[in-house]
């Protein structure tokens, strides 16, 4: 399923890495209710809940991580993970890089009604920079995760493997969809994994103790509809 996408270098240009110097927040004076712009006129909005999915031949998820020197910063929205060149993924014959990694507090989406205590967004672009494909991942109660520990340790410098944060089956549901922050670009082709990873109930709370609310309200689907794979 194609579309046209705006030029990503302009969108990296406005948002950087997500929350970097943006004047909003997810609670209070600035928040959603507050952020215009397409946030509010536009109609392929992100996040929603995805309760029903048209079935679809969509192809497998090809997954080219691999462990590599990582870096992580509170940009005072979310925690956020870049890494160097080298990890992607490829879906439908297209080939996507890794561009950074974001965590939500609750899960910005939600599955049949069920939010995640957490989110985690894998952000991907193609190498000519004209799209952006999202990878939503479930945080759930469960065994300590190592690659969670490392990230929330906030090191200047790190070694992680992306594959650390992806559960073992890999279904998903895909959507088209926007930015989940402003300036809410319509840009973003989401896949969301329909099984969660794991993180020990205390690092949960370590992340919430950092980010009481970062996650925008739920956005409605209008004429979208969301796909999974036929089986």
Known sequence: MSRAFAPLAALLAVIAVPG???????????????????????????????????????????????PLPASVRNTGHTLSVTAGAGNGIEIEGEHFDLAWIEFHHPSEHALNGKKAPIEVQL???????????????????????????????????????????????????????????????????????DQPVEASQGQIDRFAKLFPMNARPLQPLNQRVPQAKAM
């Not at 946030?39 to 999915?53: H, I, M, N, Y």
């Not at 193609?126 to 494909?133: I, S």
């Not at 490392?150 to 992680?160: M, N, Q, T």
């Not at 998903?172 to 402003?182: D, H, I, K, N, Q």
């Open 123 to 193: 952000v991907h672009k193609n190498p000519a920079g004209t799209a952006l494909v999202t990878l939503a991942v479930m945080i759930v109660p469960g065994a300590a995760n190592p690659a969670i520990e490392a990230i929330w340790g906030l090191p200047a410098d790190f070694e992680l493997d992306p594959m650390s944060l992806l559960p073992f089956h890999r279904t998903y549901l895909r959507y088209e969809g926007s930015l989940t922050a402003p300036p809410c670009s319509e840009t973003v082709r989401w896949l969301v994994l």
């Open 20 to 66: 970097s110097a943006a004047d909003w927040t997810h609670e209070g004076p600035g928040g959603p209710s507050q952020w215009g712009g397409v946030c509010v006129s536009g109609k392929e909005q992100s996040p929603v809940d995805l309760r029903t999915a048209t079935p679809a031949p969509l192809g497998d998820i090809v997954f080219h991580y691999q």
